[in-house]
């Protein structure tokens, strides 16, 4: 027989699943389960479990809340920026789009400061027209954001149609920054909706 109070300390405090405490005690994750719904200890949704797989430290950022005036203002501009132009409607990862690197620099700074983000898990997918090297147009966002090359997915070409209005802005085509989280994406949304 299992105790609650061992089971409530694997189970909650030290947040393994029902395989690795079965594994611990010589038993099978039935046994566990069992246990489990016994002692009324409530299970983790399949994905909260995915997720605790996945960031086996924790989540891989932290709210700082913001004290200072110019910490408020970057926490303020970076949901401004997010409501604006971000993908709200993915619910998986924060992404942001935008042709103006200093727009995605600020993001960039938002999430870094006030999330305490690891700048390195960033992600980015960048678009151009065919008329514009792909190595040309990354290296140049590599250097205006400090970022490195494998942190880019594979680069989108699209044929250019006629000399616009948005073709002349595009010069640097349009890159999405991505970062994978869904408590982060759900956070930021969140605040959103707050206001």
Request: aromatic fraction near 12%.
């Amino acid at each position: 027989m299992l105790h609650k109070t061992k089971l409530t300390n694997l189970y909650l405090k030290q947040q393994l699943s029902s395989k690795q405490i079965a594994d611990k005690l010589g038993c099978s994750p039935t046994k566990i389960d069992y246990w489990l719904s016994k002692f009324e200890i409530p299970k983790r949704t399949i994905s909260a479990a995915v997720y605790r797989k996945k960031n086996p430290e924790g989540n891989p950022f932290s709210f700082n809340l913001p004290v200072s005036g110019q910490d408020m203002f970057l926490y303020g501009l970076g949901l401004g920026l997010y409501w604006g132009e971000g993908t709200k409607s993915n619910k998986n990862s924060v992404r942001l789009g935008n042709s103006d690197p200093r727009i995605i620099r600020t993001f960039i700074r938002f999430l870094s400061e006030i999330y305490s983000i690891d700048r390195e898990k960033l992600r980015f997918g960048l678009q151009i027209f065919n008329d514009l090297s792909p190595e040309k147009v990354a290296a140049i966002w590599q250097s205006e954001l400090g970022i490195t090359r494998d942190q880019f997915y594979k680069i989108i070409v699209t044929p250019s149609r006629n000399k616009g209005t948005y073709r002349r802005k595009a010069d640097l085509g349009v890159l999405t920054l991505y970062f994978n989280n869904t408590k982060l994406r759900n956070l930021i949304c969140g605040a959103i909706e707050k206001l």
